[in-house]
T-cell receptor, first 117, second 112 residues
Framework: GAVVSQHPSWVICKSGTSVKIECRSL??????MFWYRQFPKQSLMLMAT?????????EQGVEKDKFLINHASLTLSTLTVTSAHPEDSSFYIC?????????????FGDGTRLSIL | ELKVEQNPLFLSMQEGKNYTIYCNYS?????LYWYRQDPGKSLESLFV?????AVKQEGRLMASLDTKARLSTLHITAAVHDLSATYFC????????????FGKGTKLSVKP
């Protein structure tokens, strides 16, 4: 089955640090990947749609300069949280869909728990 | 406004009992997904419902979709402790990239 790998799984760092999260599709090519954010005991909120070879599409209220997305290849998208602060602490999850979009569920990575001190 | 509402948000039940989780959505869609999330983990795909009247079953879980009523249900039969998790429905609201709107989730706790 389709596998999406996310790395790292847990990051703890000091305020002001920039943190990069990787999302890889291991056995398929994904022209589109999605980045979600989940606060404790809440649902997933789509942050942005990552498009291979072009700019990401950000949801309303998500700062593109704060959350940098790079989708440089068909199997890798990265999310960089720049100058992270405690309010950026959250669970970040990426997903990708198998090509031939229409009837496929999104496959989710294992998530990255980000804690900013 | 695009909304996906799940009900209930929290459910505690005993093993062996049945219950139904409801997912209402506000926009026309013929693609609805159910996911399971265990604490601290990511999402696991359970069901993909693609048409009106679709019904899918896997073990003690059965999902259905009524696109006219904009309603999906996830029915739990004879619950067991291993089903304890948070269940999310998500609606594909279309567009070329297939973005999803998630419900708030239903946290299910099955007690022995």
């Amino acid at each position: 089955g389709a596998v999406v790998s996310q790395h790292p799984s847990w990051v703890i760092c000091k305020s002001g640090t920039s943190v990069k999260i990787e999302c890889r599709s291991l056995d398929f090519q994904a022209t589109t990947m999605f980045w979600y954010r989940q606060f404790p005991k809440q649902s997933l909120m789509l942050m942005a749609t990552s498009n291979e070879g072009s700019k990401a599409t950000y949801e309303q209220g998500v700062e593109k300069d704060k959350f940098l997305i790079n989708h440089a290849s068909l199997t890798l998208s990265t999310l960089t949280v720049t100058s992270a602060h405690p309010e950026d602490s959250s669970f970040y999850i990426c997903s990708a869909r198998l090509p031939g979009y229409s009837n496929q569920p999104q496959h989710f990575g294992d998530g990255t728990r980000l804690s900013i001190l | 406004e695009l909304k996906v509402e799940q009900n209930p948000l929290f459910l505690s039940m005993q093993e062996g009992k049945n219950y139904t989780i409801y997912c209402n959505y506000s926009t026309t869609s013929d693609r609805l997904y159910w996911y399971r999330q265990d604490p601290g983990k990511s999402l696991e795909s359970l069901f993909v419902l693609l048409s009106n009247g679709a019904v899918k079953q896997e073990g003690r879980l059965m999902a259905s979709l009524d696109t006219k009523a904009r309603l999906s249900t996830l029915h739990i039969t004879a619950a067991v402790h291993d089903l304890s998790a948070t269940y999310f429905c998500a609606v594909d609201y279309g567009g070329s990239q297939g973005n999803l709107i998630f419900g708030k989730g239903t946290k299910l706790s099955v007690k022995p």
